[in-house]
């Protein structure tokens, strides 16, 4: 049952504000191994939409970790058969 993902503006925001962190702090082998690591995890929410922490605001609404430094939010759409992705964001960035 592979789903379609959709990237809001936010979550692209997010996602290349991470690489290009990666980018200048570390070397091309980290961010490799970065983005290989989210696709993979990408693959796997595919599979399984309920793989992360249900939000107790909004129903089909999940967060949590996409590793210890990257955090999700994202909607599922059953109807749709898609995932929606809202907002990525690294964990060392200041709280909202």
């Known amino acids: 049952m ?11 925001n997010g996602y290349a504000r991470i690489v290009e962190y990666l980018e200048k702090e570390f070397t091309d082998r980290e961010v490799r191994n970065f983005v ?3 696709n993979h995890f990408f693959d796997l929410l595919k599979e399984n939409p ?3 922490e249900p939000t107790q605001n909004k129903r089909n609404m999940f967060r949590g970790p996409i590793n210890r430094l990257t955090f999700l939010v994202y909607s599922y759409k059953p109807h749709k058969k898609e995932i929606v992705l809202i907002h990525i964001r690294g964990t060392r960035r200041k709280p909202l």
Do not use: G, I, P
């Open 50 to 52: 309920y793989l992360l």
């Open 36 to 38: 290989r690591e989210t």
């Open 2 to 12: 592979a789903l379609k993902l959709v990237w809001t503006k936010s979550a692209k």
